[in-house]
């Protein structure tokens, strides 16, 4: 859901269709948060004097920006992947991924997204920047509304998708 690293953050759990970005917090752990939560808290830091600044930052002030965290199972489109993810998981710049945990051991970063071809990757090793979608955080109910199409790899217009992909219209589900 979040990482243990974000434990000293304040946190809210997702909403379906949010759009949400790649965040690295002040904790310097990696996370979503609302876009418009991250631009409002950077027009204050800029408006800050540069003690001010440097205070807070040595004090540990309580970041500005809300942790949005995803439970397991959970659908997202990653938008505005990188070409080194791209190719190194057979990613298009938008893909459709499920939130995953890699393990249930404590005092370790497990949040992740596996893309449909298997392969995961951690949360950690997105790119801040990257924009996510939350499609829907019932993993199994999404599952369920593809259906077969996903078992076998045909998107809805019934063209092939490299890995067993899905592409989904825009809007669904």
Same mark, same amino acid.
């Given at each position: ?7 000293? %953050?304040?946190? @809210? ?6 759009? /949400? #970005? ?8 990696? !996370?979503?948060?609302?876009? &418009? ?8 830091? @800029? @408006? &800050?004097?540069?003690?001010?600044? %440097?205070? $807070? #930052? ?6 500005? #920006?809300?942790?949005?965290? %995803?439970?397991? !199972?959970?659908?997202?489109? /990653?938008?505005?992947?990188p070409k080194d993810i791209r190719l190194k998981f057979g990613a298009q710049s938008s893909v459709t991924v499920q939130f995953i945990q890699t ?6 970063? @497990? $949040? ?5 071809? !298997? &392969? ?5 090793? /997105?790119?801040? !920047? ?11 109910? /999404?599952? #369920?509304r593809i259906g077969e199409d996903a078992i076998h790899g045909i998107n809805k217009a019934g063209r092939q998708c490299a890995g067993g992909c ?8």
């Amino acid at each position: 859901m979040c990482d243990y690293s974000l434990c000293g %953050v304040p946190n @809210r759990l997702a909403v379906e269709h949010e759009e /949400l #970005v790649i965040h690295r917090f002040r904790t310097l752990t990696i !996370g979503l948060a609302s876009h &418009r939560e991250i631009q409002q808290a950077e027009a204050s830091w @800029r @408006r &800050r004097d540069w003690w001010s600044r %440097v205070r $807070d #930052v040595l004090t540990m002030t309580p970041c500005e #920006v809300t942790a949005v965290c %995803v439970p397991p !199972g959970a659908w997202l489109i /990653l938008k505005d992947v990188p070409k080194d993810i791209r190719l190194k998981f057979g990613a298009q710049s938008s893909v459709t991924v499920q939130f995953i945990q890699t393990s249930v051991a404590e005092n370790m970063h @497990r $949040d992740a997204v596996q893309f449909c071809n !298997g &392969r995961s990757i951690s949360l950690q090793s /997105l790119r801040p !920047g990257m924009r996510a979608e939350i499609l829907s955080l019932q993993g199994l109910n /999404l599952a #369920v509304r593809i259906g077969e199409d996903a078992i076998h790899g045909i998107n809805k217009a019934g063209r092939q998708c490299a890995g067993g992909c899905v592409t989904l219209p825009h809007g669904f589900p």
